[in-house]
Every structure is written in structure tokens, then in C-alpha cells.
């Protein structure tokens, strides 16, 4: 039903930014809570940002606040993650998706549709 395309990934040096972008398929993109998460080596995956379906709410990991930022689009039906001050322990693969729950979504298991992922590697 819906599809999501990543971008934005990349190498990049410690204390650099990125901004990672999510382009949702279809006329539905205003209807879904849309979350960032990553995933690195050995570990589960997590929850990084999240955001409502208007935009109006936003919720971060511990690990990030203060450095990234989660914003949407909805006339471009593009959802982004902007990256500041990277850290070696960034490093992961990080997804897009989307679920129809209402208000913020944290859990994994809430959301429908997911991107394939992009690479994000930080370097010391």
C-alpha cells in the first residue's frame, strides 16, 4: 500500500551533520505517525525520533536530543531526520516508517511500512 524510499545516508567525520530524507508513495502520506529508527551491529533496532501526522508533536531518544531533528512535509510527502554533531556510537543503518496509530508512535511493532534503509557511518 505504501512505499518509502531513504536517501541521505553516507560517510561522514565526528562533529559533521547529514540530513537523512523519506519520500512516502501515494495521497495518504497526512495519515501516518512517521518514526526514524536505526540499527547497528549486534544490537536491536531503536527508536531514534518520531513524529504526529501533523507535524505538531515530536519525540527523540535520549541519545539524541539536542542534535537531531525530525520534520515533515507533508505537500512533498517527505519526512527528514537532520543529523548534527555525529558521534562514532551513530553508526547504523536507519529506516523510515510509517504507521496509521494516532499521536506519537514508539513502538516498533506499531508501525506498517518500512524503508529498506541507508547507511550512516561515523568516523573518529
Known amino acids: 500500500q505504501v512505499q518509502l524510499v531513504e536517501s541521505g545516508g553516507g560517510l561522514v567525520q565526528a562533529g559533521g551533520s547529514l540530513r537523512l530524507s523519506c519520500a512516502v508513495s501515494?495521497?495518504?502520506?497526512?495519515?501516518?505517525?512517521m518514526g526514524w529508527f536505526r540499527q547497528a551491529p549486534g544490537k536491536e533496532r531503536e527508536l531514534v525520533a518520531a513524529?504526529?501526522?501533523?507535524?505538531?508533536?515530536?519525540d527523540y531518544a535520549d541519545s539524541v536530543k539536542g542534535r537531531f531533528t525530525i520534520s515533515r512535509d507533508n505537500a512533498k510527502n517527505t519526512v527528514y531526520l537532520r543529523m548534527n554533531s555525529l558521534k562514532p556510537e551513530d553508526t547504523a543503518v536507519y529506516y523510515c516508517?510509517?504507521?496509521?496509530?494516532?499521536?506519537?508512535?514508539?513502538?516498533?511493532?506499531?508501525?506498517?511500512?518500512w524503508g529498506q534503509g541507508t547507511q550512516v557511518t561515523v568516523s573518529s
Open positions: 513524529i504526529t501526522r501533523s507535524g505538531g508533536r515530536t
Open positions: 516508517a510509517a504507521s496509521g496509530s494516532y499521536g506519537l508512535v514508539s513502538t516498533l511493532a506499531a508501525y506498517n511500512y
Open positions: 501515494g495521497r495518504t502520506f497526512s495519515s501516518y505517525a
